[in-house]
């Protein structure tokens, strides 16, 4: 039929988005930005991060060391290129741990439904009724701080918001006309589940996922900045602002440094996340 | 022996509100290459039946408790699930009544035939995709090519319908079952629809059970009907019997209750009150309540399904 129109390929129908939509391009070239320059900082870096020296501690910005220094005297801007290593890789490693896991038990329990669901369910429920943080801080504390204590205890404190997505998506599905002829077609339950439902809760899924980045960042941040993270002398951004905050009114430069990190690789996540979300919604599909 | 023979089958709900006989004792065969029609209200168990016939009933809360179903003479019922999934959509295949939702929306409609191919045969990707191609073709689609890489929202009912029916006939099935095929769409797509699942069976030889309320539909392509109501099968005849002489009172009601162009009332006609709720059926023959021939029997016993000549079987005590 000559009356079908022609798709766009999807690569060019994310350029034309990202054309029209300022602010999501900035955000998505942000985070780009930030994760390339957290991969090649060891080769970047102007100053040895971990060196010390007392002669040029608590410094402000200036031509040598444009964030300053430290207490101990080590270059602040060096350590935030470094500390965005741990901290980005905790903050999208977890969401993708978390979501290996959450999505399948979701999909699981919406699927399956009756005492399956119901103990998944619970499991997680239980698991929400705890502030994230806690749960993380309880998680770290028992484990020892380590940078795998930190991916296991913030993935586990979004595991439930995985399984409450990909459940609830999945239920619906369920009922779709095609997943009951692929039923009548011969599929199993796990190749339906792959083929059937997983496409066709991405979209959800993927928005989420970059928004709990964000959050996974945050949290990062402040279990570091409990000392529950990545272990001293290692720079991460919340366990730089923990040490900056000795001396905030002496020498603010290390806190405030890490603090705008934060500041900026949230802020770019949740952008991209907000776009994702926008772009993938049918009803504010313009 | 026959493709598929139904013997005595039972299906029952098992509901909050008690039990419900939605198949009782309904038996019928059929051979290879023939077809055959199930007609009746909502809720009278035709699509029970279907659904049973492919062990695709919602357990819970239904179940098959009684009677056997063989297909090429393996028992159905007994299946474990290795061999069900091995039948389903290799060997009987079953397209349903809405064709915008049978199919999934994130992929393309030639992958999604490939991929039942691909399900039951060791074909490769890209022949699994020329054997969606030829399908397409098949079944009539103008530019197989090209539908081929169209996703199921660029297309029209009818032309996703036809897509819905190559996917189901990609295996070479020996049966197909056909829920309503062509209630969600145009009169006119409707009668492309029917034209061409009766060149399918001809040239292809697939065996067809078709499940409708819409009469016309039935004349137009099955060799034998069966009249199901309140999960009782209540007249079982060949097409050409079945609207020459309608042996039951429901039967009779039903075709009474098509309109004709020819017709001198004005009024439509009807079959008086109503199908009993589920979970209370009548004593003795299910339809007493609505027949113009009750007798005290009616109300008492079950009526047997008779041989009443001409090929027809009906139960119904004024016949019996």
């Not at chain 1, 054309?19 to 900035?26: I, Q, S």
């Not at chain 1, 430290?70 to 290593?85: M, N, Q, T």
């Not at chain 2, 003479?73 to 295949?93: K, S, Y």
């Not at chain 2, 045969?121 to 169209?150: N, S, T, W, Y």
């Amino acid at each position: 039929m000559s009356d079908i129109a022609v798709t766009p390929s999807r690569q060019s129908a994310v350029l034309t988005y990202l054309a029209a939509n300022k602010l999501t391009a900035m955000g998505a070239a942000l985070c780009c930005l930030l994760i390339f320059v957290a991969l090649i900082s060891p080769w970047i870096v102007p100053h040895d991060p971990l060196e010390q020296s007392f002669a040029t501690a608590n410094e402000g910005p200036s031509d040598l060391h444009w964030f300053g220094t430290d207490a101990f005297g080590r270059d602040v801007f060096s350590r935030v290129l470094i500390g965005g290593r741990i901290s980005l890789s905790i903050g999208i490693c977890a969401p993708v741990l978390s979501a290996l896991f959450g999505v399948w038990a979701g999909m699981i329990a919406g699927y399956f439904g009756g005492w399956t669901d119901r103990m998944i369910s619970r499991f997680s429920d239980l698991l929400m009724s705890f502030p994230s943080l806690l749960l993380g801080v309880m998680i770290a504390a028992a484990l020892g701080p380590s940078f795998q204590t930190a991916v296991i205890a913030i993935a586990v404190a979004l595991f439930p918001r995985f399984v409450r997505l990909s459940r609830s998506a999945t239920q619906v599905l369920r009922r779709e006309p095609f997943v009951d002829a692929s039923i009548a077609a011969g599929r199993g339950t796990f190749s339906i589940m792959l083929r059937h439902v997983l496409p066709n809760i991405a979209g959800p899924l993927v928005v989420a996922l970059s928004l709990w980045v964000a959050t996974a960042i945050r949290l990062e941040a402040a279990l570091s900045f409990l000392g529950l993270g990545a272990q001293p002398p290692t720079p991460s951004w919340g366990n730089m602002i923990r040490d900056g905050m000795s001396d905030l009114v002496g020498d603010p430069w290390p806190a405030a440094f890490a603090g705008a990190a934060i500041t900026l690789a949230v802020l770019a996540f949740n952008m991209v996340g907000d776009a994702l979300r926008d772009m993938l919604d049918p009803e504010l599909d313009s | 022996m026959s493709l598929l023979e139904v013997d005595r089958l039972q299906v029952h709900l098992f509901t909050n509100r008690g039990l419900v006989r939605a198949v009782d004792g309904v038996s019928f065969s059929l051979e290879a290459g023939r077809s055959l029609g199930i007609v009746g209200e909502s809720g009278c168990g035709k699509t029970m039946t279907a659904l049973a016939l492919m062990r695709l009933i919602p357990t819970p809360p239904a179940q098959i408790v009684g009677g056997s179903i063989r297909f090429d003479g393996e028992d159905v019922v007994a299946m474990d699930d290795a061999r069900l999934r091995a039948l389903r959509g290799n060997q009987i295949a079953m397209i349903y009544q809405d064709p915008m939702t049978t199919l999934n929306p994130v992929f393309t409609v030639g992958e999604q035939i490939a991929e039942s191919v691909r399900l039951h045969r060791h074909d490769g990707r890209h022949a699994a995709f020329l054997r969606a191609v030829e399908m397409l073709k098949l079944v009539g689609i103008p530019d197989p090519d090209r539908v081929a890489r169209a996703y199921p929202h660029q297309l029209s009912g009818g032309m996703r319908q036809r897509a819905v029916i190559a996917m189901a006939l990609a295996c070479d099935p020996k049966l197909l079952i056909a829920d309503e095929p062509t209630t969600a769409l145009d009169v006119t797509i409707q009668a492309q629809i029917l034209e061409l699942l009766r060149r399918l069976r001809d040239d292809l030889g697939t065996g067809i059970i078709l499940i409708t309320h819409d009469l016309g539909v039935i004349a137009d392509l099955v060799d034998e009907v069966v009249v199901m109501y309140a999960g009782k099968l209540v007249e079982h005849a060949p097409v050409r019997q079945l609207f020459a002489a309608p042996q039951h009172p429901y039967t009779r009601g039903l075709l009474r209750s098509v309109p004709s162009l020819d017709m001198r009332e004005h009024r439509l006609r009807t079959i008086d009150g109503t199908v009993p709720p589920a979970h209370a059926m009548p004593e003795g023959c299910r339809f007493n309540p609505r027949c113009a021939l009750v007798m005290d029997v009616c109300r008492e016993k079950e009526p047997p399904l008779v041989d009443v000549g001409g090929g027809t079987r009906a139960a119904c005590w004024a016949l019996a």
